[in-house]
C-alpha cells in the first residue's frame, strides 16, 4: 500500500463527498444529450443528404473559380510554343483553317478571330491590287479560278501574313508570360482579378431583426443581425453564396420538473448570446423583371458562439427564487448546424446597386448553445446589394 | 437502487433522472477535480452519464454502482484530458523524490478553495495529482492511462504537491491565520 503525502491526504479528506447543490439544467440538457442520441440511430438521411450537398457545392464552386484560369494558362503555352517555332509547322494548322473561309467569300474573314481578321483582309486586297488593280469584290472570282502557280503564290504570301498575324500576339503574351509565372500567389490573384473584372461577384449588406425560440420559450424576444454576403452566379438562375452575419441571440425558455414526474417546480432561463453565422446558400432566381427580380434562398449554417450568458431561476417548493449566471466565451461551435430557408425580392436601383427584402427561417439541425436547445429564428432581413464592378448580369 | 437501474435499462426517463439526481454531487466532485472550469465539468459529467446510460445494462449488480460510475466519469475525464494534450507540460523526475514533509499546511480549507487550488494546476499536473492522490491509481496505471512514462508522473505529482503548497502557503498568508498546523499534527488529529 503506497504511503500518503500530506498534502494528499489534505485534498483526498477535504473533496470526498462534496456537497454540491444539483442543477436542473444539467439534467435538462443530459435529457436532452440522451434524445439526441436515441434519435442519432434514426437521423433522417436528408440531413446528412443536406450536409453532403452543401460541401458538393462548395466544391464545385471552388472548381468552377480554379477552372477561370485555366484557358489563359492553355493560351499561354500555346503561343509561346508558337513562338519558339515560328516555322511552316506551327502555321500550317492556321493555314488550314483560313484557307478553306479564304477560297470561299471574303465575309468569311469576319468570321475570324480578331487578330487575324484585319492583316488577312489587308493581305488580300494588296494582293487583289498587285494582281490585277481591282478591288476585293473583283477578287472573288479570280480566287475560285486560280491556277496551281498562282495559289502557290497565294499561299506562300498567306503564310508570310499569318507568320506575321501569330507573331503580333506572340509578343503581347511575352509581355504578359512573365506575370503570370511568378508563383502560386499571383495565379490566385489572377483568378480573383479575373472574377472581379467579370463583374460576377455581388456584395450583400444585410441588417435583420428575427425572433429566435424554441418548443419551451417563454415570451418573446427581438434579437438582431447584421452581415455580408458574397454571391456569385453558377449559371443565370443559379447562383450560390456565402458570407458571415454577425448576430445576438437574446431568448427565454422555460419549464418544470412535472415532465419526469417531480414537483412541479417551475424554471426559466434568460440566454444572451453573440454569435456568428456563417451560411452558405444556394439561390434560384423564379422571377427576374427589369426592376424586379424574386428569388428562393437555401442551404446550410454553421454557428460559432463568441459568448453565452445565460441566466438561471428556479423556485423551490418553499417558493424561493435562486438565480445563478454562467458566461462562455468561444466554447460552442455548430458546424451546418442550421437549415436556411429565405426569400429574396430584389429592386434594382441602378445597374449596380439594387436593395431588397428577404423574409427568413432558420431551422435547426442540431442543438444549439451550451444547453443544446434546439433554436429557431425567423424575421425579415433589408438588403443592399452591389455589384462594384459593373456587371450587367 | 436496483429498480431505478431497471428502469435504466428500460430507458425510462424518469428513472434516468433519478439516477442522475441521486449521483450528481458525487460525479460532479470528480469532475470538478479534472475539469477547467464549471462549464467543462457539466461536459465531462453528462458525457460521463451517457455512457452510464448508454452501457448500463453490462453493470454487475454485485459490485457498488459508485465505483463504476467514478472510473465512468474518471475515463470521460481522462478522455477529455486526451484531447487537450497541447497543454501538457511533462518533465522527468530527476532528485524529486523528497518533499518538504514537515511544511505546514492549513488543514481547514473548505471545498471550494481546494477545488479551486487543483483547478489553478497546469491540465498535466492536475490529472496525475487527481489519480494518484485522491483516486488512488498507482504512477504504474498513470502512466499506461496517459501514456507517459512512470518518470514523468512522478514528477508530474512531485511539482503538482510543490505548486499547491506554495499556494496553500500563499493562501494561509493572504488570510492572515495564524493557526495553521503541521501535516503531523494533521495525521495525530485523525
Redesign the interface.
Known amino acids: 500500500m503506497k504511503k500518503e503525502h500530506n498534502i494528499d491526504q489534505l485534498f483526498k479528506k477535504g473533496m470526498e463527498d462534496p456537497d454540491i447543490p444539483f442543477n436542473e439544467l444539467d439534467w435538462q440538457k443530459m435529457a436532452q444529450k440522451l434524445a439526441a442520441s436515441e434519435a442519432r440511430r434514426t437521423t433522417p438521411l436528408w440531413i446528412y443528404a443536406g450536409a453532403g450537398v452543401a460541401a458538393a457545392l462548395l466544391l464545385v464552386l471552388f472548381i468552377f473559380l480554379a477552372d477561370q484560369n485555366q484557358p489563359t494558362q492553355k493560351r499561354q503555352h500555346k503561343s509561346v510554343k508558337t513562338n519558339s517555332k515560328p516555322g511552316t509547322d506551327a502555321v500550317q494548322p492556321a493555314i488550314e483553317k483560313i484557307a478553306p473561309a479564304l477560297e470561299n467569300k471574303p465575309e468569311a474573314l469576319a468570321k475570324q478571330e480578331p487578330s487575324l481578321k484585319q492583316p488577312l483582309a489587308a493581305g488580300l486586297a494588296s494582293m487583289s491590287l498587285k494582281e490585277g488593280g481591282s478591288p476585293l469584290s473583283a477578287a472573288q472570282p479570280m480566287l475560285k479560278g486560280v491556277t496551281p502557280t498562282l495559289l502557290n503564290t497565294q499561299k506562300h504570301y498567306q503564310e508570310q501574313q499569318l507568320a506575321l498575324v501569330l507573331h503580333k500576339p506572340n509578343t503581347t503574351n511575352m509581355r504578359t508570360t512573365p506575370e503570370a509565372s511568378t508563383g502560386e500567389s499571383k495565379d490566385k490573384s489572377a483568378v480573383l482579378e479575373q472574377v472581379v473584372r467579370r463583374g460576377k461577384l455581388t456584395f450583400t449588406f444585410l441588417a435583420a431583426p428575427d425572433i429566435t425560440d424554441s418548443k419551451t420559450s417563454v415570451g418573446t424576444k427581438i434579437s438582431s443581425n447584421l452581415g455580408l454576403l458574397l454571391t456569385y452566379p453558377l449559371s443565370k438562375k443559379m447562383s450560390i453564396s456565402t458570407g458571415a452575419i454577425y448576430a445576438r441571440k437574446l431568448y427565454d425558455y422555460g419549464g418544470n420538473l412535472a415532465t419526469v414526474g417531480q414537483a412541479n417546480l417551475p424554471w426559466s432561463l434568460n440566454a444572451d448570446c453573440y454569435v456568428i453565422d456563417v451560411p452558405v446558400n444556394v439561390n434560384y432566381q423564379i422571377l427576374s423583371k427589369k426592376h424586379y427580380s424574386i428569388t428562393l434562398n437555401s442551404g446550410v449554417s454553421s454557428y460559432f458562439m463568441l459568448k453565452e450568458k445565460y441566466k438561471f431561476s428556479s423556485t423551490d417548493a418553499e417558493g424561493v427564487t435562486q438565480q445563478r449566471m454562467l458566461e462562455l466565451n468561444n466554447q460552442n461551435k455548430h458546424l451546418l448546424g442550421i437549415a436556411n430557408i429565405s426569400v429574396s425580392i430584389e429592386r434594382k436601383v441602378s445597374d449596380k446597386v439594387s436593395v431588397g427584402i428577404q423574409p427568413f427561417i432558420k431551422l435547426p439541425l442540431t442543438g444549439i448553445g451550451y444547453y443544446d436547445y434546439n433554436l429557431r429564428s425567423r424575421g425579415v432581413a433589408l438588403s443592399l446589394s452591389i455589384k462594384p464592378f459593373g456587371s450587367k448580369n | 437502487m436496483q429498480e431505478i437501474i431497471n428502469g435504466c435499462i428500460r ?1 425510462d ?2 428513472s ?2 433519478l439516477l ?2 441521486e449521483f ?3 460525479g ?2 470528480i469532475c ?2 479534472y475539469a477547467l472550469n ?2 467543462d465539468a ?1 461536459d465531462v ?2 458525457d460521463g ?2 455512457k452510464v ?2 452501457h448500463i445494462d453490462k453493470y454487475e449488480t454485485s459490485k457498488p454502482f459508485k465505483t463504476w460510475l467514478a472510473k465512468i466519469i474518471t475515463n470521460t475525464a481522462i478522455d477529455k484530458y486526451r484531447l487537450n494534450l497541447k497543454f501538457s507540460n511533462h518533465d522527468d523526475i530527476s532528485g524529486h523524490e523528497h ?1 518538504g ?1 514537515e ?1 505546514p ?1 492549513h ?1 481547514d ?3 471550494k478553495e ?2 479551486h487550488l ?1 483547478q489553478g494546476l497546469s491540465p498535466a499536473y492536475r490529472v496525475v ?1 487527481n489519480l ?3 483516486d488512488g491509481y ?1 504512477h504504474e496505471e498513470i502512466a499506461a492511462l496517459l501514456n507517459i512514462s512512470v518518470g514523468t508522473s512522478k514528477s508530474n505529482l512531485f511539482k503538482a ?1 510543490q505548486k ?2 506554495e499556494r ?1 502557503m500563499a493562501h494561509e498568508r493572504a488570510a492572515g491565520q495564524p493557526t495553521s498546523l503541521p ?1 503531523q499534527q ?2 495525530k488529529q ?1
Open positions: 430507458k426517463r424518469s434516468q433522472y442522475y439526481k450528481y454531487a458525487y460532479m466532485g470538478q477535480r464549471e462549464s457539466g459529467l453528462n452519464f451517457l446510460f448508454t518533499l514533509q511544511a499546511i488543514a480549507l473548505a471545498y481546494l477545488l487543483i495529482f494518484y492522490a485522491i498507482t504537491r499547491l503548497q496553500l501535516l494533521i495525521n485523525e
